[in-house]
């Protein structure tokens, strides 16, 4: 069992950035692929980021946004840069043992989400 505690979200104004952590209990930590998935009011979850051992991106964040994963401590980031209104939503960090999958219902284990809310 892996538990996925987020941290890191809040308020910004567009164009600012935020650092997101998602901290895995276990002691299998690099076995899994990480991934970070966004979920807006009204609107389905989707895909940001991944990383196994290279991170893979959604084209809406890429070159904006960047992952990251430290295995000595269990836990993997989102740095979020020019950030923009559109990236406002609930971000989940999710675990996997598949390769980078960019489908939520193959993640078997999920974070509670940390808000992330960009202002214009």
């Known amino acids: 069992q892996v538990q996925l505690v987020e941290s890191g979200g809040g308020l910004v104004q567009a164009g600012g950035s935020l650092k997101l952590s998602c901290l895995a209990s276990?002691?299998?930590?690099?076995?899994?692929?990480m991934g970070w998935f966004r979920q807006a009011p009204g609107k389905e979850r989707e895909f940001v980021a991944a990383?196994?051992?290279?991170?893979y991106y959604a084209d809406s964040v890429k070159g904006r946004f960047t992952i990251s994963r430290d295995n000595a401590k269990n836990t993997a980031y989102l740095q979020m840069n020019s950030l923009k209104p559109e990236d406002t939503a609930v971000y989940y960090c999710?675990?996997?043992?598949?390769?980078?999958?960019?489908?939520?219902?193959?993640?078997?284990?999920w974070g509670q989400g940390t808000q992330v809310t960009v202002s214009s």
């Open positions: 999710a675990a996997t043992k598949l390769v980078l999958p960019t489908t939520p219902g193959v993640y078997d284990y």
């Open positions: 276990g002691r299998t930590f690099s076995t899994y692929t």
């Open positions: 990383i196994r051992w290279s991170g």
